[in-house]
């Protein structure tokens, strides 16, 4: 059965920095989309960047706009682990993060309906 696990999270001022983690296990890392999301109070889950499985590592990963330029994702197959270093944080990068992966191979998945794993949630807290 799959697992993912994520780690990181915390309190940081404006304009600061934080790297999340996330380690996924139970199935070959390598050949599985790695998405990140997150969810502010009492708003919908957003995705926010996706990076690909092995057979579609030609392609560079995707970013929503809202993160495109402060936020970088990245994966060591070797560690079965995704990171997502967030640069630049604004008070309203407020949220849980969660790490995800689908079911199936697909590329670049943006959906939330695409992702049948989940990580229980990190905090992530800026302040002002």
């Known amino acids: 059965q799959v697992q993912v696990v994520e780690s990181g999270g915390g309190l940081v001022q404006a304009g600061g920095s934080l790297r999340l983690s996330c380690v996924a296990s139970?199935?070959?890392?390598?050949?599985?989309?790695m998405g990140w999301f997150r969810q502010a109070p009492g708003k919908e889950r957003e995705f926010l960047t996706v990076i690909n499985g092995i057979a579609w590592s030609g392609d560079s990963p995707y970013y929503e706009d809202s993160v495109k330029g402060r936020f970088t994702i990245s994966r060591d197959n070797a560690r079965n682990t995704v990171y997502l270093q967030m640069n630049g944080l604004k008070p309203g990068d407020t949220a849980v993060y969660y790490c995800?992966?689908?079911?199936?191979?697909?590329?670049?998945?943006?959906?939330?309906?695409?992702?049948?794993?989940w990580g229980q949630g990190t905090q992530v807290t800026v302040s002002s």
């Open positions: 995800a992966t689908p079911r199936s191979n697909l590329r670049l998945p943006r959906r939330v309906e695409d992702y049948a794993y």
């Open positions: 139970g199935r070959t890392f390598s050949r599985y989309p």
